[in-house]
């Protein structure tokens, strides 16, 4: 029959997702993983390697830089202090010929208050510069190193990377510090031997590791799939026995309490008019307890095996469906438009969401009216077939999740909905009350 439209609710539809396992994907994530992984541990062996390189050469350059100042330049430069002719020619022709390799590109000599006391940079000899953090803790007696990109005592030029040494230079009378700048190109060269010697052991390992995995994990998952078509089959089969057990279980009560009672209400009726008219009232109300009995293993039989749900089925076994809100006093209006064929899966999903739709609606809407519309639409561009249960009652509860109180209804309703590639929708009723609405597609996985 034609009733008033329930309004749309407001709540965004739940769509649904592939719930299927894809081996395939999972696989080439764990792949992809491990690539990452390779190239992570690439990256901190060329950062570490430079990092061991750089303390290697610092920790080398220090122990130059102290037999420079030791053996190199205190012998000679304490006679050119003292007032020795040709000394400090002496000096810068050793230092000088000390320079020749390439690996020591400069040697300064200052005081405490920065003075430079002797530099192979020509010009620089007698100047004054502002006593650097490192030279003041030669001054004091350590030794320092550091990479330089732009010393101090350049004199023009592009700046370059220097490895720069300050360490303790004792002449007779005074405490001198001695600073040696070392070609930075030995840290490459160490930093590349060591990604030589590092990388190909750490990445190798992890790649035989991963060669090793890849045949385990493919191995594993399709064990794990071989596991979940089993368990697909069996729960498969336990829905046929299942539904083998509830086919009998229904036809034997139809055929046995059912035609028992019927024939008992038969009897009684045609027994009502031989007996005195003061006993009638007594038949009568045996009769009606009979077939309120009847009617209610007859819902019993729907309940436990659904009637034929193809065709213009599904609209009756709804109708049939919400008998018990007519029997509480609640008006049922229906609009069942004509339904294309559909799968079996579509149409008991359909029932089974209605049902427990209706349920709710008798057990806790306190409603006066039920609307149901049944009718055919789009979903995603394929046919589908959309339900809508409203009410006028109190409407859905702030939280429709309610598992953790036992109430599984609503929660397997929307499970079975998705699982078949369906939305839910759960809102308000314009006007008052709850809407319900659930589109399914006619013909899900074919």
Not at 83 to 97: F, H, K, S, V, Y
Not at 239 to 264: C, K, M
Not at 301 to 317: E, F, K, N, T
Not at 419 to 436: N, P
Request: charged share 25%; aromatic share 4%.
């Amino acid at each position: 029959m034609s009733a008033e439209r329930p309004g749309p609710s407001s709540s965004p539809p739940l769509t649904a997702a592939p719930r299927r396992t894809v081996w395939g994907r999972e696989l080439a994530a764990f792949c992809a993983i491990a690539l990452l992984v390779l190239l992570a541990v690439s990256a901190g062996t060329v950062w570490l390697s430079e990092r061991i390189a750089r303390t290697n050469a610092l920790e080398e350059a220090e122990g130059n830089a102290g037999r420079l100042a030791e053996y190199l330049v205190a012998p000679v430069l304490a006679d050119a202090l003292a007032g020795i002719p040709g000394r400090w020619e002496e000096l810068d022709r050793d230092a000088r010929n000390r320079m020749r390799d390439g690996s020591v590109t400069r040697m300064v000599v200052w005081r405490a208050t920065g003075e430079i006391v002797y530099s192979t940079e020509p010009g620089q000899q007698g100047e004054t510069l502002p006593p650097s953090d490192g030279l003041l803790a030669a001054i004091g007696g350590a030794t320092v190193s550091d990479v330089d990109e732009q010393p101090e005592t350049t004199a023009g030029g592009a700046p370059q990377a220097l490895m720069e040494v300050y360490t303790p230079l004792e002449v007779p009378g005074e405490q001198l510090a001695f600073e040696a700048y070392f070609a930075y190109d030995r840290i490459d060269r160490e930093a590349a031997r060591l990604r030589g010697e590092i990388i190909p052991m750490a990445i190798g390992a992890l790649v035989v590791l991963q060669l090793v995995q890849v045949p385990i994990a493919t191995s594993l998952a399709r064990r794990v799939r071989r596991q979940e078509a089993e368990r697909t089959a069996l729960v498969q089969r336990n829905v046929e026995a299942s539904d083998r057990e509830r086919r009998a279980i229904a036809a034997d009560v139809h055929d046995g309490p059912v035609q028992d009672l019927a024939g008992v209400s038969y009897a009684l009726s045609a027994l009502r008019g031989s007996l005195p008219e003061e006993r009638q009232p007594t038949v009568d109300k045996l009769v009606g307890a009979v077939r309120s009995a009847v009617q209610q293993l007859r819902r019993l039989m729907v309940d436990i095996y659904p009637p034929d749900l193809s065709g213009p089925g599904l609209g009756v076994a709804i109708a049939d469906a919400a008998e018990p809100l007519r029997t509480a006093g609640v008006e049922v209006l229906m609009d069942a438009a004509p339904l294309p064929d559909m799968t079996p899966d579509a149409a008991a999903v359909l029932y089974r969401t209605a049902k427990e739709a209706l349920a709710n609606v008798a057990h806790h809407a306190q409603a006066k009216t039920a609307w149901i519309t049944l009718e055919e639409t789009v979903l995603h561009g394929a046919p589908a077939v959309r339900l809508e249960i409203a009410d006028d009652g109190v409407g859905f509860p702030a939280s429709t999740d309610r598992r953790a109180e036992g109430h599984l209804g609503l929660s397997l309703l929307r499970d079975r909905v998705l699982d078949l590639g369906g939305t839910v929708t759960l809102g308000d009723r314009l006007g008052g009350g709850a809407l319900l609405t659930a589109v399914v597609p006619l013909h899900h996985g074919q």
